[in-house]
């Protein structure tokens, strides 16, 4: 069975300072693995997803993430962090088929301090 | 750019009623999705659809949850006996076969 683990239920960091999200995950084959923004009382916005390659990808707003297949981890970074990164971030992941639907972990809240 | 879309954006109703909630899926996708988020807990998810059937479910789509495409276009969820505990925001989702998920932004159900 398909899994992820978000450790941080709740994050707190002051305005210009670096950010690291944890996700773990666990899935039998070749994961496709996904970090979503939402913002209260919006939908899920895709920030980023690894299917394969360079394990190091790049998402919008400034975010990267790293695929360690050895840790099973995708953490989520953005070197300096705005007010407006304030939202909700979930982790995902998938089969590299639409067959499978995504399972998500249960999210990370970010708070910005000025 | 494409998106999928999601009406009603809000939908209130009485405990018992049946409700339809409605999704447009991208047009070239082939998979169709829908999950639910409880207020203030995890994105779950509820069912996927291809080729005109449905390809997997959770514990959580029971008897009660029944999805349709009805006209090519459309992907409804239907909740036939709607429980307090069915409010929640309910997303759909749809992809190609080695794409990501486009969601939409989600209906606010309100069971009362």
């Given at each position: 069975a398909q899994s992820v683990t978000q450790p941080d239920i709740h994050i707190t960091v002051s305005e210009g300072a670096s950010l690291e999200l944890r996700c773990n995950y666990s899935y039998g084959a070749t994961p496709y693995l996904f970090w979503y923004v939402q913002s209260p009382g919006q939908g899920l916005?895709?920030?980023?997803?690894?299917?394969?390659?360079d394990t190091l990808v790049q998402g919008i707003k400034g975010f990267e993430a790293e695929f360690k297949r050895s840790q099973s981890s995708f953490n989520l970074r953005k070197p300096s962090v705005h007010w407006s990164d304030a939202a909700e971030y979930f982790c995902a992941v998938g089969g590299s088929t639409g067959r499978r639907a995504l399972t998500f972990g249960s999210g990370t809240r970010?708070?910005?301090q000025p | 750019e494409p998106e999928v879309t999601q009406t009603p954006s809000h939908q209130v109703t009485q405990m018992g009623q049946e409700v339809i909630l409605r999704c447009v899926p991208i047009s070239n996708h082939l998979y169709f999705y829908w999950?639910?988020?409880?207020?203030?807990?995890?994105v779950e998810f509820l069912v996927s659809f291809y080729n005109n059937e449905i390809s997997e479910k959770s514990e959580i789509f029971d008897d009660q949850f029944s999805v349709e495409r009805p006209d090519g276009?459309?992907?409804?969820?239907?909740?036939?006996?709607?429980?307090?505990?069915?409010?929640?925001?309910?997303?759909?989702?749809s992809r190609t076969d080695r794409g990501e998920a486009f969601f939409g932004q989600g209906t606010r159900l309100t069971v009362v």
């Open positions: 916005q895709l920030l980023l997803k690894y299917f394969s390659g970010l708070q910005v | 999950y639910r988020q409880i207020l203030g807990q995890k276009s459309n992907f409804t969820l239907k909740i036939r006996s709607t429980k307090l505990e069915d409010s929640a925001m309910y997303f759909c989702a």
